[in-house]
């Protein structure tokens, strides 16, 4: 088996036709438009009208793709797809089995599966389907009986099973939810190796648009680009820094950090605003403390990054989240995602579900019992928001923040009298700090916005960008922990703050791979 050379699956438009997304516009209208922005191809899907007005639409909708030489495929309907002389059929998984369809049309028809499983995706595989339509991605109204909301990390395990690019490679394309906004965080963290989507599939965010022509031409421009945007953690064509060299980049972004004042927008709970605000200035950042999802769109723009963080949630906050994270990957711009007491309370594992879903984050950072609770291991209890004893390994740890990272294609940065910070390929343990970051309160917090902005500000490299922002925070504490007026939580606050400060100022003299406890 082997792919239809001629498929191209980048932009695949759903036409479903039902009133509550076409309006009163027309379908054929609506399809010629989509082709002029660029779908690649067509799937008429209706699953109640007559099968004399199937094939009368369909018939006109063929006349249309063709003239701008996109296939047609007809949902479920075989005796459609031949009366029109479609390019081919989709079927899903309750539809006529594909061996049925394969042996009723001719060899070269199209033939495309819905797959929600790694063992559906391998029977659709064996039975010589071209591609597979693998969903659902996300909830969504268009298609309220799906059976499974896969995300992003179940798209990745079908994935494992479609060697996509190769010579004997299924096609693959992901559906449910998928719009402008969220298409190029979806295609970046849908990957499993070398084997990646070929494309996306959407019903509403063209057929209930406005423009449709407009829409499909963002949308596929966002498709081809997607890679570049979210590149996982060095960006395409920059050197992957080696330890060696890593750190003598680290004293130069530090220096570039000092005097750059970049954005630190911070969406973080109410016990550490303050905190985190002076250490941001304090670190040459300008921080605003801005919880209003409204003006996320312009403070996105300004270049620099935005924390999340869960530490005081309500539904309010949980709105302008979600606002903010868009508005950041919408910019480019990156974002850090503090699940604060992630495994707290089912609010708050419901918090990090919502979150996960309505964006992109550079990193994701928290204690021990937070990355557990994104990772959705369902035996990890918090009692409260504290970092508790750890009762795992120091390789278990490794093993925790690489998983997650492969599994949301980001970095994660787990806290601790150790720090773990990983990319999925790079990853590394950091014991430099102080005792007394864990007697206050938000010191995990402001890290995170630190971390926000020095990738805001060094973009080539984000496992680098991330190492110079903690190798500040962490170096500071230590050197503040040695002050003779330090005795204890309170006193060390000043002294911290100084530090993080007068590092900055003479951080060429400072020896950061000597001092760096870094393996
Ligand atoms: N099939 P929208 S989800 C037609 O999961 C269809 O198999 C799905 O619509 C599946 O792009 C879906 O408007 C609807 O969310 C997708
Ligand atoms: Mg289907």
């Known amino acids: 088996m082997a792919t239809n050379p001629n498929l191209d699956l980048s932009l695949y438009l759903v036409s479903d036709s039902t009133p509550e997304i076409l309006g009163d516009k027309d379908i054929c209208q609506v399809v010629e438009q989509a082709c002029k922005g660029g779908v690649t ?9 007559e099968t004399s007005v199937l094939i009368k639409t369909a018939t006109k909708l063929h006349s249309i793709t063709k003239k701008y030489n996109v296939p047609l495929l007809i949902n479920d309907r075989l005796d459609v797809c031949l009366a029109v002389g479609a390019e081919g059929v989709h079927i899903g998984q309750d539809d006529t089995p594909l061996e049925a369809v394969r042996s009723m049309l001719p060899s070269n028809a199209i033939v495309g599966v819905t797959a929600s499983s790694m063992e559906e995706a391998e029977a659709a595989i064996q039975g010589g389907a071209d591609y597979l339509g693998i969903g659902t991605m996300f909830a969504t109204p268009t298609k309220k009986d799906t059976k499974s909301i896969i995300g992003t990390r179940g798209t990745q395990e079908i994935l494992t099973r479609c060697k996509t690019g190769t010579k004997h490679s299924v096609g693959c394309v992901a559906i449910g939810s998928i719009n402008a906004a969220n298409v190029q965080r979806v295609i970046h963290q849908s990957t499993a190796g ?30 081809k680009n997607a890679p570049e945007k979210f590149y996982i953690s060095t960006r395409p064509g920059s050197e992957v820094a080696s330890d060696k060299g890593m750190f003598e980049h680290i004293p130069g972004i530090i220096q570039k950090h000092v005097s750059s004042s970049v954005l630190s927008h911070n969406m973080t709970n109410t016990v550490v605003q303050n905190f985190a605000a002076n250490v941001c200035l304090a670190t040459g950042a300008s921080p605003i403390m801005s919880m209003n999802g409204a003006e996320a769109p312009d403070l996105a723009q300004l270049g620099g990054g935005l924390v999340i963080n869960m530490g005081t949630i309500t539904p309010d906050i949980m709105n302008a989240y979600q606002a903010g994270v868009k508005a950041y990957n919408a910019a480019g711009n990156p974002v850090l995602l503090d699940p604060v007491g992630g495994g707290a309370t089912s609010v708050r594992r419901q918090a990090i579900q919502t979150l996960l879903k309505a964006g992109f984050y550079d990193v994701i950072k928290g204690n021990e019992g937070e990355i557990g609770a994104v990772m959705g291991s369902a035996n990890i209890q918090q009692r409260g928001v504290d970092s508790g004893p750890s009762s795992s390994s120091a390789q278990q740890k490794v093993e925790m923040v690489k998983s997650l990272a492969q599994k949301e294609r980001c970095l994660v940065l787990m806290t601790g009298a150790t720090d773990y910070l990983s990319d999925g390929t790079r990853t590394a343990a950091i014991s430099n700090g102080s005792k007394w970051l864990g007697k206050i309160t938000g010191s995990g917090c402001a890290l995170g916005s630190v971390v926000v902005s020095y990738l805001a500000l060094h973009r080539d490299d984000k496992f680098v960008a991330a190492m110079a922002g903690i190798l500040h925070y962490e170096l500071a504490a230590e050197r503040a922990e040695q002050h003779a007026s330090c005795r204890g939580p309170g006193s060390f606050i000043p002294a911290f703050l100084d530090e993080l400060y007068l590092i900055g100022q003479d951080i060429t003299s400072v020896n950061v ?5 870094v393996e």
């Open 194 to 223: 070398e084997n990646r989507l070929n494309g996306v599939a959407v019903v509403s965010a063209i057929m209930a648009a406005a423009d449709p022509q407009g829409a499909a031409s963002e949308l596929l421009q966002r498709v």
């Open 513 to 517: 791979s000597k001092l760096a406890r």
């Open 41 to 49: 191809i067509v799937q008429y899907r209706d699953k109640h009208a």
